[in-house]
């Protein structure tokens, strides 16, 4: 027969008493009688903690066994783990063993003789060497050793019945072994396999600053679950993978890797163009995928085959609420009298990473901000850095301020292209208020704008509050990583570790693939980021941004400033934690004074 290392083996089975996964060992080296067994128990009325010595056909093998039953949310399963062994503990014959599981029976001398076909006396002789082996003076005394110990001969010695009174299954109270006997076996222990998150993360190169603050906030937030005792008594580890997300053969390289590594979850932030490359692996493996990248394309991906992605969640809001967001906002500055236009047209950059992307492209929801902007009283204008006159962003910052619109939102992500437009808009800026997305949440922004980041405003789908929840977060990673967090996917990252383990603490099995995600399209969590409800056709967040939706469902849709140097929450309610101040380049607003802005 096939064994393991020591022979030892942990399965863990379903209420019908069929094997669902291996935790230690493989099925194969487990013998089918000792699994009859587990089955036995789990099908009992009762929860129960047994160990027994399981003797095979011919006396040949010898195997010390435990058994935890449990029903977790209503779902009744068992964890069976063993050790081979050639020695019976406490030097005991099996003989001895059959002649002590009938003592534990409570059965007399005469009875175990008549059951195992032996003179009386010989069945006295074998009752006082096991007493002297336990180091125990009385057959009470032994019995309650045989129980606590495991030492019950399982198939029972003579038949099964007439075993009633051991009550497999159920603890005993008032332990009795004495020190002698407690430290001459070596119990098995029911071992559970850490709980592993594979994570595909931008460590090097393009985009590490965010990458490596994933990578800390999911560490912290692993660290704070294990030092609370883990999942139902299984630890939580970390599966780190170095991903190109610019590259499609890298990305395709890691999620393989992680997924042939039997991860029990895939995570990621955002993969560039190649977004759609890491859904398919992921929907292959079967194994669940949470990933952060605001894409409707994405959504639609799912949308058109849920069975094939119906183990792909996206833990943040689309993309396509930007650009409604951005109309909205800026009617709301106007009409509070925060701002005062210097005209009624509203344009949008967007950006060719998100143009142009394979996974499918984003236009940020422009369709829907036209009809948004026109009921408002604006005029919409679309505005693409590839075209003729504007190549690159020192070209669509000039065009910008040649042109002057009321408001620019900036639909580019990445640091270096906002920074790139930042720096040439402001060496000769328009009265135009500048909008940005996500790319200011990432701390290396700041770093390399420095002072001249004053003023700016900027939305994510996704961000960190500022509430107690969101500030104890920061103040604990601060003091982990000697470093503050971002306002986006730091919060993300640690938020989606305690959603995947929301789920695994109300399954029967975190191991069940099937069951987990069920589960995390039916658990709400409140975050450092929001809230986060999966449960709808596409499993994406949703955008909270006004009153028409269930803040207590979804993650509000953050806009920012940054005011003296912090950032500010300017909207929506409740989260606001400031007011809009002018930029300090909005001649015809500073020049009004309005109460409002003060």
């Known amino acids: 027969m096939p064994s393991d290392a020591n022979g030892e083996f942990c399965l863990l089975l379903d209420r019908r008493g069929a094997v669902v996964s291996a935790e230690a060992g493989r099925r194969e080296q487990v013998p089918d009688g000792i699994l009859a067994a587990a089955a036995a128990l789990v099908a009992a009325p009762d929860e129960a903690r047994s160990r027994f010595v399981w003797v095979g056909e011919g006396r040949a093998e010898l195997y010390l066994?435990?058994?935890?039953?449990?029903?977790?949310?209503?779902?009744?399963?068992?964890?069976?783990?063993?050790?081979?062994?050639?020695?019976?503990?406490?030097?005991?014959?099996?003989?001895?063993?059959?002649?002590?599981?009938?003592?534990?029976?409570?059965?007399?001398?005469?009875?175990?003789?008549?059951?195992?076909?032996?003179?009386?006396?010989?069945?006295?002789?074998?009752?006082?060497?096991?007493?002297?082996?336990?180091?125990?003076?009385?057959?009470?005394?032994?019995?309650?050793?045989?129980?606590?110990?495991?030492?019950?001969?399982?198939?029972?010695?003579?038949?099964?019945?007439?075993?009633?009174?051991?009550?497999?299954?159920?603890?005993?109270?008032?332990?009795?072994?004495?020190?002698?006997?407690?430290?001459?076996?070596?119990?098995?222990?029911?071992?559970?396999?850490?709980?592993?998150?594979?994570?595909?993360?931008?460590?090097?190169?393009?985009?590490?600053?965010?990458?490596?603050?994933?990578?800390?906030?999911?560490?912290?937030?692993?660290?704070?679950?294990n030092a609370r005792g883990g999942i139902d008594g299984r630890l939580l580890s970390m599966e780190i993978a170095d991903v190109d997300i610019l590259d499609a053969d890298s990305v395709r390289r890691t999620f393989t890797q992680l997924a042939e590594r039997d991860v029990d979850v895939l995570t990621s932030g955002y993969l560039s163009t190649h977004q759609d490359v890491a859904h398919d692996i992921a929907a292959d493996s079967g194994i669940p995928y949470l990933h952060a990248a605001t894409l409707n394309a994405m959504e639609q991906r799912v949308l058109s085959d849920p069975s094939r992605y119906s183990r792909v969640f996206q833990v943040c809001p689309s993309d396509v609420n930007y650009a409604p967001r951005y109309v909205q906002q800026m009617t709301t500055l106007r009409d509070e009298g925060g701002w005062a236009p210097s005209s009624d047209r509203l344009a949008v950059v967007l950006s060719p990473w998100v143009l142009g992307s394979p996974s499918g492209p984003s236009d940020l929801g422009v369709a829907e901000a036209a009809q948004l902007a026109e009921a408002n009283g604006w005029s919409l204008e679309v505005v693409q850095p590839l075209d003729a006159g504007s190549p690159t962003w020192t070209g669509v910052a000039e065009r910008i301020a040649r042109t002057e619109p009321a408001a620019v939102m900036l639909g580019h992500y990445l640091v270096d292209g906002t920074v790139a437009f930042l720096d040439a808009f402001l060496r000769g800026p328009s009265d135009t208020l500048v909008y940005s997305i996500y790319a200011p949440s990432v701390r290396a922004f700041r770093d390399q704008l420095g002072g001249r980041a004053e003023g700016l405003l900027w939305a994510t789908v996704t961000g960190t509050y500022s509430d107690p929840l969101a500030r104890a977060f920061a103040s604990r990673y601060r003091n982990r990583f000697a470093e503050a967090p971002g306002r986006s996917h730091a919060g993300i990252a640690y938020d989606r570790v305690r959603l995947v383990a929301s789920a695994w603490s109300q399954v029967a099995n975190p191991r069940d693939r099937t069951a987990v995600a069920d589960e995390l399209r039916q658990t709400v969590l409140r975050g450092v980021n929001g809230s986060y409800f999966l449960g709808n056709d596409s499993q994406t967040a949703l955008s909270y941004a006004s009153r028409a939706v269930d803040p207590s469902l979804s993650q509000a849709h953050l806009v920012f400033q940054i005011q003296d140097g912090r950032q500010r929450i300017i909207d929506p309610a409740p989260y606001a934690d400031a007011r809009f101040r002018p930029q300090p380049w909005l001649t015809r607003t500073r020049a009004c004074a309005l109460p409002a802005s003060a």
């Not at 005991?92 to 029976?105: H, I, K, N, P, Y």
């Not at 074998?126 to 110990?149: N, Y």
């Open 65 to 225: 066994v435990a058994v935890e039953v449990a029903t977790t949310g209503g779902v009744r399963s068992a964890a069976v783990a063993g050790r081979q062994v050639y020695d019976l503990p406490f030097g005991t014959t099996l003989r001895e063993l059959d002649v002590l599981t009938l003592v534990a029976s409570g059965a007399t001398n005469g009875d175990i003789a008549a059951r195992l076909s032996l003179s009386t006396r010989t069945v006295t002789t074998h009752v006082d060497r096991i007493m002297r082996k336990l180091g125990v003076a009385s057959r009470t005394s032994a019995a309650v050793i045989a129980v606590e110990e495991g030492l019950l001969r399982v198939p029972f010695p003579g038949g099964g019945e007439g075993y009633e009174a051991l009550k497999l299954g159920r603890d005993l109270s008032g332990r009795t072994t004495t020190e002698r006997a407690a430290a001459k076996v070596r119990p098995v222990r029911i071992v559970r396999q850490p709980l592993v998150i594979g994570a595909a993360l931008p460590l090097r190169g393009f985009a590490a600053a965010d990458g490596i603050e994933m990578a800390q906030a999911t560490s912290l937030a692993v660290e704070e679950i």
